[in-house]
């Protein structure tokens, strides 16, 4: 058996096994940021006036802007003008079906295994798919488009649902929200658009494959979630990046919406790349998620397995406007060699009776640093609002940290909150334990982290828990603390 | 931090400090002048400073304030407010932060000083300890203090000294017609296998007038000695007051530490940081806020695990009335090397009133992996069923109330180990919860 020394320099010296790139002609705009270069894209994706203005109107706002300092890290440089914002395969002509992809596009999804084939039923699952900057496929949409579920890349519901894009965008980040989310309004490139209409159940889950493959360039993307009345999707989200010694910027914004009992429940395996042992290299994923409980009774349920980028920073909140709405949070992050981790939610509590509950899991391994952030914010009308929060953090090895950070602000005494977290390691008596039933130490391992983050992966849609467990197991394999 | 906004205060001290510096006793010119540096680089905090996100100081510094280096005259009934009965303690009386040996009883025991800090500046302990266990760097109402300090104690307890009675602490106050701006300054030292009890309070004598205090404590507690300090706040309204406690304990040393805010001070801010510097040490911070009308009561705790083997273990509970606002943030840092600590931390509030308010950060920052540590924060207001349990049995409303109220706060109030100062305290409670 290897001793506990041996086993954590091998969780640091673990490969990351998405590392490959694609080769495959690229379009990729030159590298800056100014007015011109999003007039640029703008004009690529033949995008509407209002839209130019209003990418322009937050390229203002983002100059504006200063780099945040309340982090728990050191903040690294981010150069924007080295950055290219956009960059798409090259293509000719409109798509019209699969057969046409660039094949070696469908390679790298299928080393990825993800399912664009449409004749591979089995996984029921409709994925748009985001290379580079650009959704290059969508699958199942016709059977989609029989219920009206409206499920295509952002540059096609801009030219096709100009009045929905119009009347949501922006309406739960505003692009003056935060400085990422104003760079992500001004340069986004693509991205995925959902629309559940009045009463419809999506009857399989809606996902989307982004894969950042070129060199220097940025991911945007920005999704747009709208549930009507009574609507019901369960979203969910993968993403991976080739292996580079610098840095790559992913700055996302995902919005959603739902409105009178409408329920939206949306997933992440994210495991871009988290650089090297020496943290060298790896995405930078700065995230602004948010959704808005809009109508009475509504959901909305962030999951979230983060495993990979070398800094993740991104708070999947939850504005409960609706009364009786209602709001999760289902975190697993786990660190290691120098990954940083600094995730966490909001959940603003506005109308009566509302309820969120927060559970955070964090996993710090090597040289990892893993913090929970999140607030808890009760309105004075908010009456008998109720939170129940729990981080838990676990540490394996004696390099890395664990931090909490919660805000709670509560302005109503119906109101009830909880917060409880927890710090520990995994004790020599629950190895001892499995080793005195015949389970060896890196098995062992496996079965207690696996049963420490198994409130969240149990919230994973069946497909994704698998993919997640065996991530977690990967990532973590053969630790003892 | 930088000091964005410039207010009257800020530019009334700054004016002012050559002058101010010249009515300060005792020499420690080259500390005074590096910590005023300090204070004019930090700047009075505005929100945007993490460490006052919910606390707008500013508020409470709108008004002038004198800076006020003397002590007023204070006669023994004059005190009378302020005594604890059944208390068996000796008395040190402070006012404005000097020393007033007349309204004094003070212990005689060999090994046991006690005298204004000016007077021990000579001490070499003095010069050694003053203003080295502060967080300087980023607090600028303690290098407010350190540069413009004007009274306080100093006391210091010899090695194997066991103080038999505690040493009741009072802060007298005075103002004539004029805002007072105080700075009392104390440094205790408590030697190896020592043990001191001090219970502190304050009494507001203030005539038409309103007290800013800005104190600054520092404890030592050496290897093996015990400390218990039991700070009593119940000003009179109106008053401000900013603290900060510092303590450093050495190897197996113990340290209790009660603070206790009740009504009716309109502000108060309690810094209190515990660094452990030693393996093996216990502390105990317990703190019992109950704010009513408008008061605002700001409770900010550091605990520096930097050994192994310590244990902390930290209860706020706050009760809130009226339009109180209550903000708590307790930070537990636990050091790379400090393997084998247990270190815990607990808040709970009773919001009693729909437009108290409450804002809450139990903070948990930990580099080495062999620890337990855990924090939990609670808000909510009273159980319908207890009430009505007890309602059924023929007990009134307001009497129901106060059981449990004084249930909510017995966590707290039972550890007190002083009966006369616990029955003070509860009776205290009692008074303040007024439901309207």
């Not at chain 2, 060999?110 to 003095?126: D, Q, S």
């Not at chain 2, 093996?224 to 401000?240: I, P």
């Amino acid at each position: 058996m290897k001793n506990s020394n041996d086993i954590i320099d091998d969780i640091a010296s673990k490969e990351y096994e998405f590392g490959f790139t694609t080769d495959i002609e690229m379009e990729i705009a030159p590298k800056g940021l100014s007015e011109d270069t999003i007039r640029f894209i703008s004009a690529k994706k033949n995008e509407p006036e209002w839209l130019l203005q209003w990418r322009l109107k937050a390229y203002a706002a983002f100059l504006k802007m200063k780099m945040p300092a309340w982090q728990h890290f050191d903040m690294p440089q981010i150069d924007f003008q080295n950055v290219s914002y956009y960059a798409a395969p090259k293509q000719k002509k409109q798509l019209n079906s699969l057969d046409e992809v660039d094949p070696e596009l469908l390679a790298t999804f299928a080393k990825l295994g993800i399912p664009l084939n449409e004749q591979k039923m089995m996984t029921g699952v409709a994925v748009d798919a985001v290379f580079d900057s650009v959704s290059v496929a969508t699958t199942y949409k016709g059977k989609l488009k029989e219920l009206g579920i409206i499920f295509c890349s952002f540059g096609e519901a801009v030219q096709e649902h100009p009045e929905l894009v119009k009347q949501y965008l922006g309406s739960v980040v505003p692009h003056s929200d935060n400085i990422f989310a104003a760079l992500n309004a001004a340069v986004f490139s693509d991205g995925s658009f959902v629309y559940i209409p009045k009463g419809v159940r999506s009857p399989m889950e809606l996902s989307t494959y982004f894969r950042i493959n070129a060199e220097n360039t940025g991911q945007f993307e920005r999704t747009l979630i709208i549930a009507d009345d009574d609507a019901y999707v369960s979203y969910l989200e993968g993403c991976t990046a080739p292996q580079r010694d610098e840095n790559q910027l992913h700055a996302a914004v995902v919005e959603i919406v739902t409105l009178e009992r409408a329920e939206v429940k949306y997933s992440t395996v994210q495991n871009w790349y988290p650089g090297d042992k020496d943290g060298k290299g790896g995405i930078y994923n700065f995230v602004t998620k948010r959704g808005i409980c809009r109508g009475a009774h509504s959901k909305i349920s962030w999951t979230q397995v983060e495993t990979g980028s070398s800094i993740t920073w991104k708070y999947p909140s939850v504005i409960l406007q609706g009364d009786h709405s209602q709001g999760e949070f289902y975190s697993v992050a786990v660190t290691r060699n120098r990954q940083i981790a600094d995730t966490g939610t909001k959940m603003i509590h506005m109308g009566k009776n509302t309820r969120s509950r927060i559970i955070s899991k964090g996993i710090s391994a090597g040289h990892g640093d893993n913090s929970y952030r999140g607030l808890v914010k009760i309105g004075p009308r908010a009456q008998s609002a109720r939170n129940f929060t729990q981080c838990d953090s676990l540490l394996i090895g004696d390099q890395c940290g664990a931090h909490t950070f919660p805000y709670i602000e509560s302005r109503n005494n119906t109101a009830t909150v909880e917060h409880e977290a927890t710090t520990s390691k995994i004790g020599e008596d629950q190895i001892f334990y499995l080793n005195a039933r015949g389970i060896d130490t890196e098995k062992a391992v496996a079965l207690i982290v696996n049963g420490y983050a198994k409130e969240v992966l149990n919230q994973l849609p069946m497909e994704f828990a698998v993919e997640a467990q065996k991530l977690l197991s990967i990532t973590l394999e053969g630790s003892v603390g | 931090m930088t000091n964005e906004v410039t207010t009257p205060f800020y530019n009334y001290i700054v004016d002012g400090f050559p002058g101010f510096l010249d009515a300060t006793p005792g020499n420690f010119l080259p500390l005074r002048e590096e910590a005023f540096t300090r204070f004019k680089t930090l700047g009075l905090p505005t929100t945007k400073a993490e460490d006052w996100r919910y606390t707008n100081v500013q508020l409470f510094l709108k008004d002038p304030f004198t800076f006020s280096p003397v002590a007023g005259t204070v006669t023994e009934t004059q005190l009378a407010p302020a005594s604890i009965v059944g208390l068996d303690a000796y008395r040190v009386v402070l006012v404005n932060g000097h020393f007033q040996e007349n309204l004094s009883t003070l212990p005689a025991i060999k090994g046991v000083t006690i005298e204004p800090l000016a007077a021990a500046a000579t001490r070499p302990l003095v010069q050694e300890h003053l203003g080295q266990h502060i967080h300087l760097q980023d607090q600028p109402f303690a290098a407010l203090n350190t540069a413009l300090f004007t009274g306080g104690l100093f006391i210091e307890v010899a090695a194997n000294v066991i103080v038999d009675k505690p040493i009741y602490l009072l802060n007298v106050y005075t103002t004539t017609h004029k805002n007072a701006f105080i700075q009392p300054r104390n440094l205790w030292i408590i030697h190896t296998n020592a043990a001191l009890e001090i219970v502190e309070s304050v009494l507001d004598l203030s005539d038409n007038g309103i007290v800013l205090v800005n104190g600054v404590t520092e404890t030592i507690v050496k290897e093996n000695a015990e400390f218990s300090h039991y700070n009593l706040q119940m000003a009179a309204k109106d008053g401000r007051y900013i603290h900060y406690t510092a303590t450093e304990q050495e190897q197996y040393s113990r340290y209790h530490h009660f603070n206790f805010t009740l009504p009716a001070a309109s502000f108060t801010r309690n810094n209190l940081s515990v660094a452990l510097h030693g393996n093996y040490t216990e502390s105990n911070m317990l703190g019992l806020y109950v704010a009513n009308d408008a008061q605002h009561v700001d409770n900010h705790t550091f605990v520096d695990h930097l050994r192994p083997n310590c244990n902390s273990n930290e209860l706020y509970k706050g009760v809130l009335l009226d339009s109180a606002k209550a903000v708590f943030t307790g930070r537990i840092h636990v050091n790379q090397i400090a393997q084998k600590t247990n270190a815990f931390q607990q808040n709970s509030n009773l919001l009693l009133s729909d437009k108290a308010d409450i804002n809450s950060q139990p903070q948990l920052e930990i580099y080495a992996d062999d620890v337990k540590c855990s924090h939990g924060f609670t808000v909510g207001q009273f159980n319908q069923e207890a009430l009505f349990y007890l309602r059924s049995r023929g007990i009134g409303e307001e009497a129901a109330r106060n059981m449990l109220v004084g249930a909510f706060a017995y966590d707290i109030t039972d550890q007190v180990k002083i009966p006369a100062v616990q029955d003070y305290i509860i009776s205290h409670i009692e008074e303040s919860i007024v439901i309207n």
